[in-house]
Structure formats: structure tokens, C-alpha cells
């Protein structure tokens, strides 16, 4: 079955770091584009990062931009989120998802999500 699951999230003080992972089973990494997004409380849905699998480059979102990497590892079949510096407002659930351009119809995989909570 195909499956994407987070892990890694927890609680963390502001200015710390945490890596987050995306382990993919059913599927493989290397030809999607791999995005995370992260959604806090009374808040709509923001992309935080994305990687796509032709030209292998990586775009962030402003707030994160400089803080958080993206990355893969075709051998693990896992994608990862490294979060740096990390603020307050980094306060979120992140999701991770899969998805690819399939004979002109979408396919698109989410994981649970993991929580990451910034606090003093």
C-alpha cells in the first residue's frame, strides 16, 4: 500500500532545531515532487518547501527561507525537513506529501503529520 509517515516532531524551545521525516512505503521519492506543508491552529494550510525531482531544485517559503531544508535520500526512500532557528510561529502540524503527473491524472500521497510545538 502506499504510505507516507511523519516522524521527528516534538517539543522544542525557540532556537532550536529538529528534523523531521517522511518515510515512504509503496512508492518511490525519485520521481515526484516532494513538498511539506504545515498548518497551525485557525490557520489555513501553508506550503513550507517543495523539491522537484526534474531539476532537483528546492523553493521555500518566505518565513522559513534561509532556516529549513529540504531533502531526500532515494536510498532510505525518505524525505526529510531540517528546521533551524526555529521560532514560535514555526508552531505547527507538518505534513509531508508525495505527488506526480501520472498519465495526465494527479497523484498525490499525505502523510498524518507530526507536531512540532515551539515553546519556553
Known amino acids: 500500500q502506499v504510505q507516507l509517515v511523519e516522524s521527528g516532531g516534538g517539543l522544542v524551545q525557540p532556537g532550536g532545531s529538529l528534523k523531521l521525516s517522511c518515510a515512504a512505503s509503496?512508492?518511490?521519492?525519485?520521481?515526484?515532487?516532494v513538498t511539506w506543508y504545515r498548518q497551525a491552529p485557525a490557520k489555513e494550510r501553508e506550503l513550507v518547501a517543495a523539491?522537484?525531482?526534474?531539476?532537483?531544485?528546492?523553493s521555500y517559503a518566505d518565513s522559513v527561507k534561509g532556516r529549513f531544508t529540504l531533502s531526500t535520500n532515494d536510498v532510505e526512500n525518505t524525505a526529510y525537513l531540517r528546521m533551524n532557528g526555529l521560532k514560535f510561529e514555526d508552531t505547527a502540524v507538518y505534513y509531508c506529501n508525495a505527488a506526480r503527473d501520472y498519465s495526465g491524472q494527479l497523484q498525490s500521497y499525505w502523510g498524518p503529520g507530526t507536531q512540532v510545538t515551539v515553546s519556553s
Open positions: 523539491l522537484t525531482p526534474h531539476t532537483g531544485s528546492t
Open positions: 509503496g512508492f518511490t521519492f525519485s520521481t515526484y515532487t
